[in-house]
Structures are given as C-alpha cells and as structure tokens.
C-alpha cells in the first residue's frame, strides 16, 4: 500500500477577492511539481464564491468535470442548452468531450456558494459532450459509501468516461469501516469534507486528503461526525 497525505493547510490558496479557492493539485497561479494529479485525478479545487459572483463562460474539452455543492446555491449554463440551479444533495457531471461551452454563478444575492470542482481525465478522448444533475438523498450515505459516479451509471449513478467511482459518506462518530477498490489497479483519494477520520492508522481532519494506491481495500475509524468523499481513479 502506498500513501499521499495533502493536509487541508498545505494546499494552494488563492483569493481573488469574489472567489477564494483552495487547490489540492497545481492549478492556475499555483503550481507544485510534486501535486500535479493523483493518477487520472487532475483537480479537486475547494471554491468559496461571493454572492452573485462565478465564472463568466468558459470552454473545457476532454475533461469530465464534476461539481458538488457543499453550501449555497449554482446555476449553470451550457452550450448543450442545459440551465438550472445545483444545491447540496445534488451533484453535477460534464463530459467535455469534443468541446463544452459554460458559465456557473453563485444563484444567491446574499450568501456565498462553496463547492467541490473535480477534473478526472477521460477514458475516450474526442465524445460527445454530454451533462448530467441529480440529487442523492443523504438518507443513502448514512454510515455507508454511497456511490454517486461510475463508469456505466449501474445502481443509479451517474456515469463518467473513465474507470472512476466517486462516493460519499455520512458518517456518526464511532464508525469503523472499509472500502474496497471497484475496479483493479486504481487508486483512491479521500476528502474529509468535514469532521475526522484515521485511515490507516493517520488521522485526518477536516479538508485534509489522502491518496491510497497498490491496495485492494482500506480501513477507516470516525472519531465524530463527518463527511467524506472518495474518488477512485485509474492511477495511470
């Protein structure tokens, strides 16, 4: 088993005044040659926008991009002609494909949106773009990995041009349990969004992370109550 552990405090932080962005690999401004990607996993950026404020529209192309609210409220806009507004619960998927044209604003006048921007590389190269919302009952992670994004959308999931999984957990504290890798040779990185968690034997805190690879499964203890998101991704 191999481990990376990104401590919440030793991403890059960058504020820009309408966003304050933390970054757990290079991106932008900030650039780390020992935090480029965790295998395919290219970005995981941590986004608090201003009320009223978000990225003016943008083009991405073979990129999956997905976008998790953590507070407040996005409306988004594409070239596909889809337009709505995500909140937290729900959770957002694009595969750029050939070329994706949009916009994501803070739909609020007077709080401010926090939300969880993930880039995996793809599978196949040059799709379709395609865009997918949905909402996730918190009722289905309690004390469990629920499984938000897989590679064929089996079991109501979301699907993603790669051999990724993403899932998320909410947990009470005094909870012991395992993950087991999906699909054989991946990686997984976990993201205390909130709360505590020791995966094997580290103890993490809110917002810090940890890459796990060369492992068919892995043990995590909840101290208290938390939240976690897990992305497994092909390592190379």
């Known amino acids: 088993m191999k481990k990376t552990i990104h401590k919440a405090d030793s991403r890059g932080i960058q504020d820009h005044g309408w966003l304050k962005a933390a970054h757990s690999f290079s991106f932008a401004s900030y650039y780390d040659p020992a935090r480029v990607h965790f295998g395919l996993l290219r970005v995981l950026n941590d986004d608090i926008v201003a009320p009223a404020m978000g990225f003016g529209t943008h083009g991405h192309d073979n990129m999956e991009i997905v976008t998790i609210p953590l507070r ?82 089996e079991g109501g999931t979301m699907l993603i041009n790669q051999d990724a999984y993403f899932s998320i957990g909410n947990f009470d504290k005094e909870i012991a349990i395992s993950y ?15 709360g505590n968690a020791k995966i094997e034997g ?35």
């Open 72 to 153: 407040g409220s996005l409306a988004h806009k594409d070239s596909l002609g889809s337009e709505g507004v995500i909140t937290p619960g729900e959770v957002q998927i694009m595969s750029a494909g050939t070329g994706i044209r949009h916009s994501e604003f803070n739909a609020s006048q007077t709080e401010e949106t926090n939300l969880l921007q993930i880039w995996v590389f793809p599978k196949e190269r040059n799709i379709e773009p395609r865009y997918d919302q949905r909402n996730f009952d918190a009722v289905d992670s309690k004390n469990i990995f629920q499984m938000l994004v897989s590679p064929n959308g």
């Open 180 to 194: 087991k890798i999906n699909h054989p040779g991946n990686g997984a990185y976990i993201f205390i969004i909130e």
């Open 202 to 236: 580290d103890e993490l805190n809110r917002r810090d992370a940890m890459g796990i690879s060369e492992a068919d499964e892995f043990n995590l203890l909840i101290s208290k109550d938390s939240k976690l998101l897990v992305i497994e991704v092909p390592m190379e």
